[in-house]
T-cell receptor, first 114, second 111 residues
C-alpha cells in the first residue's frame, strides 16, 4: 500500500512568494495532520482535519498560513506571502481514527525561503 | 509550555549495550504514549506505544516503561544496533487523535 504522499519534496522560493504544499493521505484514513519541524521548536502541530473538516488550527502561526482539505484524498498547506522564518520541514500525517491513534507520516517537504 | 519533554537532545551508546531514552509529561489527561523513530530525510515512523493502564509494553528489542505517578516514560533498546541511530520522538495523546510530540533525542550507536 502507498503511504502518505507529499509534494514537492523540496521547495526553494523567494521571500514574498506563495508556496503550496500538497498531501495525499493513506486511503481510508479519516484524519489528516500538518506538522512543521524546526530545530528550535521540534515537531509542532499546525492544523488537523477529521473527515475533511478542520478540527484544530490553533498551531497555525499566523494568517499567512492556510490549509484546505477539499476531499478525503487531498490536502494543501499554503503560505502567502512566505518569509525566511518559514523555512522548515513540513510533514503531513494521517491516521485511521483508532486507538492508539497512531499517525503515519509522509516524507516531508523541505522548504527554504530566501 | 511544553507538555511532553525530552531533556536529552542527544545520547551515545556502544553497540550491543542498552539504550535508554527518557521522556516526561505534564498533562495528567494523557492516556496513550507513543515513540516514533526518524531517520534523516524521512518522516517519523511509529515504533511502540503504551496505554496509561499499563506500566510496560515490549516489542522485540524495544520496551517502553510508564511511571504515571512520576509522569515519566522511557524507551529501552536492547541490544542497541547501528541501525538504531536515529532521532526518537516521545509523544502523547489525550482521548483524541491529536498527538503532542517532544523535541526528540538523537541516538548515536557507536561501533
Amino acid at each position: 500500500d502507498a503511504g502518505v504522499i507529499q509534494s514537492p519534496r523540496h521547495e526553494v522560493t523567494e521571500m514574498g512568494q506563495e508556496v503550496t504544499l500538497r498531501c495525499k493521505p493513506i486511503s481510508g484514513h479519516n484524519s489528516l495532520f500538518w506538522y512543521r519541524q524546526t530545530m528550535m521548536r521540534g515537531l509542532e502541530l499546525l492544523i488537523y482535519f477529521n473527515n475533511n473538516v478542520p478540527i484544530d488550527d490553533s498551531g497555525m502561526p499566523e494568517d499567512r498560513f492556510s490549509a484546505k482539505m477539499p476531499n478525503a484524498s487531498f490536502s494543501t498547506l499554503k503560505i502567502q506571502p512566505s518569509e525566511p522564518r518559514d523555512s522548515a520541514v513540513y510533514f503531513c500525517a494521517s491516521n485511521a481514527g483508532q486507538i492508539p491513534y497512531t499517525q503515519y507520516f509522509g516524507p516531508g517537504t523541505r522548504l527554504t525561503v530566501l | 509550555d511544553q507538555q511532553v519533554k525530552q531533556n536529552s537532545p542527544s545520547l551515545s551508546v556502544q553497540e550491543g549495550r542498552i539504550s535508554i531514552l527518557n521522556c516526561d509529561y505534564t498533562n495528567s489527561m494523557f492516556d496513550y504514549f507513543l515513540w516514533y523513530k526518524k531517520y534523516p530525510a524521512e518522516g517519523p515512523t511509529f515504533l511502540i506505544s503504551i496505554s496509561s493502564i499499563k506500566d510496560k509494553n515490549e516489542d522485540g528489542r524495544f520496551t517502553v516503561f510508564l511511571n504515571k505517578s512520576a509522569k515519566h516514560l522511557s524507551l529501552h533498546i536492547v541490544p542497541s544496533q547501528p541501525g538504531d541511530s536515529a532521532v526518537y520522538f516521545c509523544a502523547a495523546s489525550a482521548r483524541d487523535d491529536k498527538i503532542i510530540f517532544g523535541k526528540g533525542t538523537r541516538l548515536h550507536i557507536l561501533p
